[in-house]
């Protein structure tokens, strides 16, 4: 068969300046780049990749570098809060700063205290849905999706409830700031929300110090007690309870979200689960791989790096991993357009691989899997009313806005 669409737009694709339309629908610029041109020179040192080998490549090489601070210098200044939060997170960090803070933030997130949320999460879920059935407009991002990591992660640090309004805002402000392209006023809301959320967290810190809750079940505690190796320093401290609220938020909120779109525009799919329930755990990885929370990543190359696609890239490169189409690259996943809730094996990259996977992945997953069953159980033709609203920011992939009518 003889490949008819065309190269130029492929060739000519651009980060900070993406095709009209890619926001929607990305993925027929992700199979023309894939096809045509997936080491993706982006100018300036930088590339995107959309083949699923090469970006596994990247994630699991040894000599790449998540450090950020000679990219965040002349984007936030040397010193402000943004700079000193991205600069300091687990996420954004090398050995052996990363190993130890990712020990530390794991410890706490162990499975013992995943197991323990279990029913704090059915409670929660459960409560929100009486509520949504009183809304005279429900919005399952606003009513439903984006408060349950905020609940959750509130819960974890054990931040009084009456205090957690926030939040949300603040999390939104301080990861938007890292979009390929930030407006100015992307990156002034991000470090005001950096600001603010530091001065709470040093009054909170100081108020469970004095009066520490118990381990066990307080990540906040636990964090600052630290571990047998050591303790994170109050600098450390806080902007890891801000990556805490800022990865646990954005990755469920939006993985909700656009799992429930998903399924809502999948009769056929939403059915099959309702009646084999113990479908929900493939179903949750499939949904994660078609619509990924997170689409781009990046790396600083250490040392020059031969990619299974071929091209060698050199020592300094900045490679951007595009997850979203790594996750729908045939050559790993047979129909990738098409969902399939029972999918297996599902190699997807939505929580990334090596030493960077997402160290929330398994709460984010226990939320996903308890939000959408109880939603589609209690309301089974849900449906979307009006016109979602997408958000538009190319690192991530959720809505704004998602108007249902409940039936």
Request: hydrophobic share 45%.
């Given at each position: ?5 065309p190269?130029d737009?492929a060739?000519?694709f ?12 990305p993925a ?7 096809e045509?041109?997936p ?18 490549a990247?994630y699991?090489s040894?000599?790449?570098s ?7 210098a ?5 010193g ?6 991205h600069?300091?997170?687990q996420v954004?960090?090398?050995p052996?700063?990363h ?8 410890g706490a ?16 879920v459960?409560g ?10 429900p ?13 959750v992660?509130?819960?974890?640090l054990?931040?009084p409830?009456?205090e957690r ?5 603040w999390s ?5 700031a890292?979009e ?10 991000g ?14 810190v100081?108020?469970r ?8 079940v ?8 630290g ?7 109050e600098h450390?401290l806080?902007h890891?309870c ?6 646990g938020?954005e990755t469920t909120?939006n ?6 779109w998903?399924l809502?525009?999948?009769?056929a ?33 250490l ?11 050199p020592a ?5 991993l ?8 045939p050559?790993?996943?047979?129909d990738?357009e098409?969902?399939?809730?029972a999918?297996k ?7 990334g691989q090596g ?17 959408l ?12 009313t ?7 920011r190319?690192?991530f992939?959720?809505?704004?806005s ?6």
């Amino acid at each position: 068969m003889t490949d008819t669409r065309p190269r130029d737009p492929a060739l000519a694709f651009s980060l900070a300046a993406p095709p009209a339309g890619f926001a929607d629908d990305p993925a027929p610029v992700w199979a023309a780049l894939r096809e045509h041109s997936p080491v993706h020179d982006l100018g300036n040192g930088a590339w995107y990749l959309t083949r699923h080998a090469d970006v596994l490549a990247v994630y699991r090489s040894a000599v790449v570098s998540s450090d950020k601070k000679a990219e965040f210098a002349p984007r936030f200044g040397v010193g402000t809060p943004l700079y000193e939060h991205h600069t300091t997170s687990q996420v954004f960090s090398d050995p052996p700063l990363h190993t130890r803070l990712r020990r530390i933030v794991m410890g706490a997130m162990n499975q013992r205290a995943i197991a323990r949320m279990d029913a704090g999460v059915r409670s929660l879920v459960a409560g929100l849905l009486d509520r949504l059935d009183d809304e005279p407009a429900p919005d399952l991002v606003e009513h439903f999706a984006a408060s349950i990591p905020v609940e959750v992660i509130g819960n974890l640090l054990d931040i009084p409830k009456h205090e957690r309004g926030p939040l949300r805002a603040w999390s939104l402000a301080t990861l938007s700031a890292l979009e390929p392209a930030p407006s100015a006023a992307m990156v002034d809301a991000g470090q005001r929300a950096v600001a603010e959320f530091l001065a709470y967290l040093r009054g909170l810190v100081a108020q469970r110090t004095a009066h520490p809750g118990d381990p066990e079940v307080d990540v906040l505690t636990r964090l600052i007690q630290g571990d047998a190796s050591g303790s994170l320093d109050e600098h450390e401290l806080l902007h890891n309870c801000i990556f805490l609220l800022n990865a646990g938020h954005e990755t469920t909120t939006n993985l909700i979200g656009n799992g429930a779109w998903l399924l809502m525009r999948d009769p056929a799919s939403l059915t099959r689960l309702l009646t084999e329930p113990t479908l929900i755990d493939p179903a949750v990885e499939e949904l994660l791989r078609l619509e990924s929370p997170i689409q781009l990543n990046n790396r600083r190359l250490l040392e020059p790096i031969t990619l299974p696609s071929g091209p060698t890239l050199p020592a300094g490169s900045y490679v951007n991993l595009a997850v979203g189409a790594a996750n729908r690259d045939p050559a790993v996943f047979a129909d990738p357009e098409h969902m399939d809730i029972a999918r297996k094996p599902n190699h997807h990259l939505a929580f990334g691989q090596g030493a960077h996977a997402c160290s929330g992945m398994n709460v984010a997953r226990l939320e996903a899997r308890i939000a959408l069953l109880a939603l589609f159980q209690r309301f089974p033709r849900l449906a979307l009313t009006g016109t979602e609203v997408r958000d538009r920011r190319l690192r991530f992939r959720g809505f704004k806005s998602l108007p249902v009518e409940l039936t």
